[in-house]
Structures are given as structure tokens and as C-alpha cells.
């Protein structure tokens, strides 16, 4: 299960979604209850509840799908689920973004691109597997 390809870009994707909670995807400033007053903010997975929900559901989704290496067609519809789960997220992070007043992108905003590019990685080779085996049935 380890040795194949699309396991490491499902466990690379796993981790890269996590580090979104602790990394920040953009830093800015915001007001303070309609007054002159800012602060500064960092914008995480936890910060709103569409990115926690979403985060979480990519997740899990990676994580299953790591486990799910006798069904492929299922691996294949998970990671396309996840391609649009992360990107689902990166919206969310874009428009929570332009609620800043001042909110510029932070390096760790690649996490998340590193998420949609895993899963990206996986399908590709899961989808390789899965020729590669009906090629061996041929052959039967």
C-alpha cells in the first residue's frame, strides 16, 4: 500500500491540509466593529467555519482514499471529490481574503495549492494502475 505512488500524494495531501491550521494562508487587517480601529489577522483552516468544514472534509477524504487501494474506480471519484473539495476551499480562502482591508498572501497560501496538485498526482497515477491492470487481463 506504501510502495505505490498515488499513497504518497494522498499522505503528502493529508499533511499539507493539516499544516493549514496551524500556517496562515494570508495576513491583513480588519476593522473593529465598524470603527477606525484595526487589528492584525491571520487567516487558518479554523478562522471560519466554511474553511474548518472544508479543511476537515479533505481530510478525511485523503485519508480514506489511502485505504481504499482494492477499489480504484472508488479511489478515482475520491480524488476527483477531493480536487474539488480543496478548491472549494481555496475560494473560500480567496474570499475571506478580500473581507481584509489590507490582506496579502502568505507563503503557507501554497499549502493549499499543494493540496489541489496531490490529488491531482494521485488520480494520475491511480488511473495508471487501473490501465495497467485492465492490460493484464487482456493478456489473460
Do not use: C, H
Request: without cysteine; charged residues 15%.
Amino acid at each position: 500500500m506504501i510502495q505505490r505512488q498515488q499513497t504518497l500524494w494522498l499522505l503528502l495531501a493529508t499533511i499539507a491540509a493539516g499544516l493549514t491550521f496551524k500556517f496562515p494562508f494570508a495576513t491583513g487587517e480588519t476593522l473593529i466593529d465598524n470603527t477606525s480601529m484595526s487589528k492584525m489577522v491571520e487567516l487558518t483552516a479554523g478562522n471560519n467555519l466554511f474553511t474548518l468544514v472544508l479543511t476537515i472534509a479533505s481530510i478525511i477524504i485523503s485519508t480514506v482514499t489511502i485505504f481504499m487501494f482494492k477499489d480504484r474506480k472508488q479511489q478515482m471519484w475520491l480524488s476527483i471529490l477531493g480536487v474539488l473539495v480543496a478548491s472549494g476551499t481555496f475560494v473560500v480562502y480567496i474570499l475571506e481574503m478580500r473581507k481584509l482591508t489590507s490582506g496579502t498572501p502568505a507563503l503557507w497560501a501554497l499549502l493549499i495549492v499543494a493540496v489541489i496538485f496531490s490529488f491531482i498526482m494521485a488520480f494520475r497515477n491511480i488511473r495508471k494502475d487501473e490501465k495497467l491492470v485492465k492490460s493484464l487481463d487482456k493478456l489473460r
